[in-house]
């Protein structure tokens, strides 16, 4: 090993450990805070030694600019940003082998000098004062915050950097101590923090609740509602930002990050703004009076800002006293089962009969509101309780470096996460982390897609306008993002859904896919129910003449050779829009996956299935009798031989028809839709383009039904009870 050019890697973990195991947003984000935090605090401790960190460019990140002013006292009135944009690995220059040991035995104690008096000032403002009513507190509140961090450090030439953290990686040499008693809410392999176990029987329980009750007094409710028992680690996770001006120099407002319910509700709560206004208000003055008026404090309000939905806490005029703040309510609050439940929406009248009848009273309320017209002339109906989570992570970043100056890719990844806040904002969105290469986000489901799709083109701009110009970027090495974006029911745990978006992301879309790629994932409380994944442009599907299948009736051009696949599933989705008068019914998409399962030899499907199709099927006649079938029976059901829609005998909203020209083009665009999303589409072998002319690419063709699901999902905005 040479000492003139060596560099130093750090990496902090648990990562997964500490992220994933999260029950609430707040936990997710202050997990993915802390950690974004620390990891700058212990970048500031290897800069303080004179090495320089080269990887990821720190010279104008937000959070680590900040924790760098307050370290020499320039903080000024100005706090910290409240998204972490440091991540948990980087790298710095050091001159010798000596210098990296000291540089990470500094970086070491920076973190640990951080998290310690960021655990002390939890443990004063909220544990000291029921540390007599557990047992052994301080015991636990020691053992586990004391022995929780598993740095790794490597000092090694630029080639060997990666690959020497990787290998240092692998050595188990960070074990925790065995955790006894009974289990952290959030993180269970962690003893709660009371010391009781409630299986000793009823005096150990009352105890433990004791214990709790004293410290949600001053946590409050909503920061610790009835019944969490946490770990210590999970206690300061939750609770750090209350007391973030002592902790860690700033305050952080996070009093308004919206819950999974409310951002499932975005959508409705914007058309409810813009429809009936004078309803919402009435609801919003209505709830207020019955309410504590913290209901109205907690959330990001929806607002309007350049003619987009989006989410602010100071971004654009505040519009709520239109509607009497009725964007600031609690996500509950709009769901009729959720106001008729004493344990999700509390209410100030303490009597039984009387708190019934005015739930009773909210919930006609709410009713009226589904029943009242929108702009677009449909009901408003209930607000979906389907949310989106974004994971995104750039492809072969390690491959990347050996090819392009470390300086210049630190320079592109820099400029895409200054640009990531913006984007998801932009789609109604709030980022939980931004650092490097990574973002995780939170979105409505009507906005998550194009997210990605502009996510994914901003990183490769990114590195466009930033990588030298004259350099050939070799074959399979260009900088793609890949992203998993998760539909998800607001009452699922985050901790699972959490764990599906990884598993989405790095063995779906990397693995599976060959990266460069975006995996769909609808995650309903019953499990998981669609699973799509494509890469970002997708081959075309045509006919063996090479004619895309919707061009038969009127010739025209030759087709593009690939699709975006964003566009592909968006407009598959509006042929299903069943209130907006699609012509497809959910049953046609069963039919395609009964029969082409049979047609593919996959003898159970299950979401994610692929298979190939069977010599000599003609796949796109096929699809063309099903959808024709479809049109037959609802021109069957409504009176046939006759053009009717929405309410003029279709019963449903389903546009019907009459045979001729136009219902034969009506018919081929509805195939050519559904063609393009069947075929799978991979970085490492495109099968769909199987369709581009000629029965040999046809035999063999691997189709999916997935993009279907999904498809059907997003025309349905994520009501339940539509499956057949």
Same mark, same amino acid.
């Given at each position: 090993?040479?000492?003139?050019?060596?560099? !130093?890697? /750090?990496?902090?973990?648990?990562?997964?450990?500490?992220?994933?195991?999260?029950?609430?947003?707040?936990?997710?984000?202050?997990?993915?805070?802390?950690?974004?935090?620390?990891?700058?605090? #212990?970048?500031?401790?290897?800069?303080?030694?004179?090495?320089?960190?080269? +990887?990821?460019?720190?010279?104008?990140?937000? *959070?680590?600019?900040?924790?760098?002013?307050?370290?020499?006292?320039?903080?000024? *009135?100005?706090?910290?940003?409240?998204?972490?944009?440091?991540?948990?690995?980087?790298?710095? +220059?050091?001159?010798? /082998?000596?210098?990296?040991?000291?540089?990470?035995?500094?970086?070491?104690?920076?973190?640990?000098? #951080?998290?310690?008096?960021?655990?002390?000032?939890v443990w004063d403002r909220y544990v000291a004062g029921a540390e007599e009513l557990g047992v052994d507190v301080a015991a636990i509140w020691h053992r586990q915050t004391e022995h929780y961090w598993d740095v790794a450090w490597t000092v090694a030439d630029e080639d060997k950097a990666d690959a020497s953290l990787a290998r240092r990686k692998v050595w188990r040499t960070h074990h925790l101590p065995n955790e006894p008693g009974d289990k952290c809410m959030v993180m269970p392999d962690l003893q709660e923090l009371s010391g009781y176990v409630r299986a000793r029987g009823q005096r150990e329980r009352e105890a433990q609740d004791r214990f709790w009750a004293e410290i949600r007094k001053k946590a409050?409710? !909503?920061?610790?509602?009835?019944?969490d028992r946490l770990c210590a680690i999970a206690l300061v996770k939750r609770l750090f930002a209350s007391v973030s001006e002592e902790a860690i120099g700033g305050r952080i407002d996070v009093s308004k990050w919206p819950s999974t319910v409310y951002m499932a509700a975005v959508p409705w709560i914007d058309r409810v703004r813009e429809s009936v206004p004078e309803q919402a208000a009435e609801y919003a003055r209505a709830v207020a009076n019955v309410a504590p008026r913290e209901v109205f404090s907690e959330r990001r309000p929806v607002r309007r800002t350049g003619g987009r939905l989006a989410l602010g806490l100071s971004q654009g005029p505040d519009t709520s006293d239109n509607?009497?703040?009725?964007? +600031?309510?609690?996500?509950?609050?709009?769901?009729?089962?959720?106001?008729?439940?004493?344990?999700?929406?509390?209410?100030?009248?303490?009597?039984?009969?009387?708190?019934?009848?005015?739930?009773?009273?909210?919930?006609?309320?709410?009713?009226?509101?589904?029943?009242?017209?929108?702009?677009?002339?449909?009901? &408003?109906?209930?607000?979906?309780?389907?949310?989106?989570?974004?994971? #995104?992570?750039?492809?072969?970043?390690?491959?990347?470096?050996? /090819?392009?100056?470390?300086?210049?890719?630190?320079?592109?990844?820099?400029?895409?996460?200054?640009?990531v806040q913006d984007i998801v904002d932009r789609h109604a969105g709030v980022v939980v982390y931004a650092g490097g290469d990574d973002v995780l986000a939170m979105l409505? !489901?009507?906005?998550?897609?194009?997210?990605?799709?502009?996510? #994914?083109?901003?990183?490769?701009?990114?590195?466009?306008s930033n990588l030298p110009a004259h350099q050939t970027e070799p074959a399979g090495i260009e900088p793609t993002l890949s992203v998993a974006v998760l539909f998800t029911h607001a009452r699922i745990p985050m901790n699972t859904s959490l764990g599906e978006l990884r598993r989405l992301l790095d063995d779906v879309a990397k693995d599976e896919?060959?990266?460069?790629?975006?995996?769909?994932?609808?995650?309903?409380?019953?499990?998981?129910?669609?699973?799509?994944?494509?890469?970002?442009?997708?081959?075309?599907?045509?006919?063996?003449?090479?004619?895309?299948?919707?061009?038969?009736?009127?010739?025209?051009?030759?087709?593009?050779?690939?699709?975006?696949?964003?566009?592909?599933?968006?407009?598959?989705?509006?042929?299903?829009?069943?209130?907006?008068?699609?012509?497809?019914?959910?049953?046609?998409?069963?039919r395609l996956r009964n029969t082409l399962g049979l047609l593919c030899e996959w003898p159970v499907w299950a979401p994610g299935t692929w298979g190939r199709l069977l010599e000599g099927v003609d796949l796109p006649a096929f699809v063309r009798a099903e959808v024709r079938n479809s049109f037959e029976h609802r021109a069957a059901a409504s009176g046939s031989g006759r053009e009717a829609t929405g309410d003029s005998g279709g019963g449903d909203g389903v546009r019907v028809i009459s045979s001729g020209t136009r219902n034969d083009e009506n018919v081929e665009e509805l195939v050519q839709a559904i063609l393009d999303i069947l075929p799978r589409s991979?970085?490492?072998?495109?099968?769909?383009?199987?369709?581009?002319?000629?029965?040999?690419?046809?035999?063999?063709?691997?189709?999916?039904?997935?993009? &279907? &699901?999904?498809?059907?999902? *997003?025309?349905? +905005?994520?009501?339940?009870?539509?499956?057949?």
């Open positions: 090993m040479s000492d003139s050019m060596l560099f !130093l890697s /750090v990496s902090i973990g648990p990562v997964q450990g500490f992220v994933a195991q999260s029950r609430r947003t707040r936990d997710l984000w202050g997990s993915s805070y802390l950690l974004s935090y620390l990891a700058a605090r #212990a970048a500031l401790g290897v800069a303080r030694t004179g090495a320089t960190i080269v +990887r990821p460019n720190l010279e104008k990140d937000p *959070l680590f600019k900040w924790v760098e002013r307050q370290a020499k006292g320039s903080g000024g *009135l100005e706090g910290p940003p409240y998204v972490g944009t440091v991540p948990n690995h980087f790298v710095a +220059r050091v001159d010798s /082998v000596e210098a990296g040991r000291r540089a990470a035995q500094e970086a070491v104690e920076e973190l640990q000098r #951080a998290w310690r008096h960021i655990c002390q000032v409050g409710p !909503l920061n610790l509602p009835p019944g509607t009497a703040g009725f964007e +600031r309510l609690d996500g509950n609050f709009y769901h009729v089962d959720a106001v008729l439940n004493e344990r999700l929406c509390v209410l100030l009248e303490e009597d039984p009969e009387r708190s019934a009848a005015i739930r009773r009273e909210l919930a006609a309320r709410l009713e009226a509101i589904a029943r009242a017209t929108g702009a677009d002339g449909r009901p &408003l109906g209930a607000p979906s309780l389907f949310y989106a989570l974004l994971l #995104a992570d750039g492809d072969r970043l390690g491959e990347l470096l050996q /090819v392009y100056k470390a300086g210049d890719v630190s320079e592109a990844l820099h400029c895409f996460s200054s640009r409505p !489901l009507t906005t998550a897609l194009d997210c990605a799709r502009e996510l #994914a083109a901003t990183y490769r701009d990114s590195f466009a896919n060959g990266r460069d790629s975006l995996a769909v994932g609808v995650l309903k409380r019953g499990g998981l129910n669609a699973q799509w994944v494509t890469t970002w442009r997708r081959p075309a599907f045509s006919d063996v003449s090479g004619h895309r299948v919707g061009q038969a009736l009127g010739g025209g051009a030759s087709p593009e050779a690939f699709i975006d696949a964003v566009d592909a599933i968006q407009r598959l989705a509006s042929h299903l829009d069943r209130e907006a008068g699609g012509p497809l019914s959910t049953s046609l998409l069963y991979c970085r490492e072998r495109p099968e769909a383009h199987a369709g581009d002319g000629g029965e040999e690419g046809r035999r063999g063709l691997t189709i999916g039904v997935d993009g &279907l &699901l999904v498809a059907k999902f *997003l025309a349905n +905005r994520g009501e339940e009870g539509t499956d057949e």
